[in-house]
């Protein structure tokens, strides 16, 4: 952590990723995520992350839409909520 107010260093998405917020979790590894582009798309949450990181409604996440079906995506990211204020505060998310 850096000395001007506690910033850090976030991962930030790249070309074809997206910010998201958790509004549904349908059980398994499926959430339902409302997007940053006004879509709203059925999440899949990958084995790498399945049990090492507990993903709850409401949470930010860095998605990845699918190229073959726009209506779902694959989660690659979650920020944890300080890192989420730190996003707003920003204004890189709302």
Known sequence: ??????????????DNELFAVVTEHN?????RIRCEDGENRMGR?????????W?????VVLVEP???QDEKANIEWRYTGEDAD?????????
């Open 86 to 94: 730190q996003l707003r505060r920003e204004g890189h998310i709302q």
């Open 55 to 59: 993903i709850n409604e409401g949470d």
């Open 1 to 14: 952590m850096s000395e001007n107010q506690g910033r850090r260093n976030l991962r930030m998405p790249n």
């Open 45 to 53: 949450i990958p084995g790498r992350m399945k049990y090492r990181t």
């Open 27 to 31: 059980g398994g590894n499926h959430v």
């Open 66 to 68: 699918w190229d073959w």
